[in-house]
């Protein structure tokens, strides 16, 4: 059951025109905040957003004796781990809520107390998610883990030891667990098979400049040397390319055009190209990139998702919505997460073709073929969208919603709209900047 104030209703038809403002990414900032933990001296993080996400992060370094309050900047936090301390476990699993990052809390707790609580991990139901990585690496530095009904409870009862290790899969979130732990290990650590999201690259800058010693090859390989201690840093967050490409796909299904300032090209590369593909247009700025539509007809594609450098997961989705305005079939492989398909049915609700197959379809095999997964789509197009009422199923399925929303006849009523506000800052307000037709039933607050 969702609240009223959590139920949005959305008249569409009317392109979204106009410009908004991404800042910091919601898949650097947090993990950027627990890097602090690491410190022996104040951090300063600037370009944060207000997103849930972060509000969860803070309540729990704040938990754990970190202090934490605003910059001279709007948006800049200052985080002081001078006074680091054990945390009640019942107050970090009732406040973990729905976000993953907790996990990332083990290295640094570890370092600073010699034990860390995880909690249950939210994050979004697109697949099983499990944390096996995590651990295996956690007990290679030479942690101990024990799963207990309210969570797991890990040990260090010595100093954490470098060590070389291989991922069966370029995790971002293992990868990152890796690198926050090996940067106050004794000695060298070796990571291969290591995710390079540019949030990851960004979060070495950060501990770089905290004082670690990391080393990136292009074979996906990273070299962490331990060092006793690290300091403070002072970083202004990259800035978030997968809420940049969601507004992009919203313009291009609204058939209108958005300039997102704060958008970047070096991260986005492979959206962009994807995005001219399908025949959508962009204009690269210094200060942001404007994307729309330029009239005609758009093109079905062949797109797999990937771990970076191809394209990212969780574009997906929102560009889903606007391939099923495109002429002909396109073809969606995701590869990264085993069902983050299920979305598509409530778009074939509004009048969408979308079919989806257990079978790797289009490039290549992936980890999910052969076992049972809908993780292929086939989208035919273009259909006409018809209002509806839909249920937000995840943060993109969420988003994407919206899009279908505002690009069909008639009115939506999206329930379920709170779960936006991890990931997207303001998207109300946004949205209303943008021209969209969107309203609060009896007139109630934006949430
Ligand atoms: C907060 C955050 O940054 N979230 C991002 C992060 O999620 P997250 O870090 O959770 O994603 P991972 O890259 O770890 O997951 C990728 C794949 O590896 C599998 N896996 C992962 C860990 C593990 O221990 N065992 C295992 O099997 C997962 O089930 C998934 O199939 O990267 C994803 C991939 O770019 C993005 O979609 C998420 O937005
Ligand atoms: C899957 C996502 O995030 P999380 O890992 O936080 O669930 C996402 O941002 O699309």
């Known amino acids: 059951m969702t609240r009223s104030n959590d139920v949005l209703l959305v008249h569409g038809g009317t392109p979204l025109e106009g410009e908004i403002n991404v800042r910091g990414a919601k898949n650097l900032v947090p993990k950027a905040m627990v890097a602090a933990l690491l410190g022996s001296a104040p951090s300063r993080l600037r370009n944060v957003p207000d997103i849930r996400d972060v509000r969860v992060v803070r309540g729990l370094l ?29 107050d970090i699993d009732a406040h973990a809520g729905s976000s993953r990052i907790p996990i990332l809390f083990c290295g640094p707790l570890l370092h ?11 994050g979004c139901d697109i697949g099983g998610r499990p944390i096996d990585f995590h651990f295996d690496v956690l007990r290679q530095f030479g942690a101990t883990i024990e799963k207990r009904a309210d969570g797991q409870y890990l040990e260090a009862p010595h100093r954490l030891r470098g060590t070389k290790i291989r991922l069966p899969y370029p995790s971002v979130g293992s990868t990152e667990q890796v690198l926050l732990t090996a940067v106050l290990a004794e000695g060298v650590t070796e990571l291969s098979n290591a995710a ?55 313009a291009l299904a609204t058939e209108g055009s958005v300039y997102v300032r704060g958008a970047r090209q070096r991260e986005m590369m492979t959206f962009l190209n994807t995005f001219r593909k399908v025949g959508g247009a962009f204009d690269i700025g210094d200060e942001g990139i404007r994307f729309w539509h330029p009239g005609g007809k758009l093109n079905a594609i062949a797109l ?22 495109a002429s002909g079939l396109s073809i969606v492989h995701e590869t990264v997460y085993e069902s983050r398909l299920g979305f598509t049915s409530a778009l074939n609700q509004m009048g969408a073709h979308i079919q989806l197959y257990r079978e790797c379809l289009g490039g290549s095999a992936c980890r999910f073929g052969q076992r049972n997964f809908l993780h292929s789509a086939v989208v035919s197009g273009p259909t006409r969208l018809q209002g509806s009422d839909l249920v937000i199923p995840d943060l993109r399925g969420g988003f994407s919603y919206l899009i279908a929303a505002l690009a069909a006849q008639g009115t939506s009523r999206v329930h379920g709209i709170d779960l936006i506000n991890r990931g997207y800052e303001n998207f109300m307000h946004k949205l209303v900047e943008l021209g969209a037709k969107v309203e609060l039933p009896n007139g109630g607050e934006a949430i």
């Open 112 to 122: 600073r107390l010699g034990h860390a609580f995880i909690p249950g991990l939210g």
């Open 304 to 325: 797999e998702t990937d771990v970076h450098p191809g394209f990212q997961t969780d574009w997906q989705q929102p560009l889903v919505v606007a391939l099923t305005q």
């Open 196 to 250: 390079v999201e540019p949030e990851i690259e960004d979060l070495i800058c950060v501990l770089q400049k905290m004082g670690a010693i990391i080393s990136m090859d292009t074979d996906r390989t990273i070299r962490i040397t331990g060092v006793d201690k690290l300091g403070g840093y002072n970083h202004r967050a990259l800035p978030d390319r997968l809420e940049a490409a969601s507004w992009a796909s919203a």
């Open 62 to 90: 704040q938990l754990h004796g970190v202090t934490v309050r605003p910059g001279d900047e709007s948006g800049e936090l200052v985080m002081d781990p001078t006074h680091v301390e054990s945390a009640n476990v019942a």
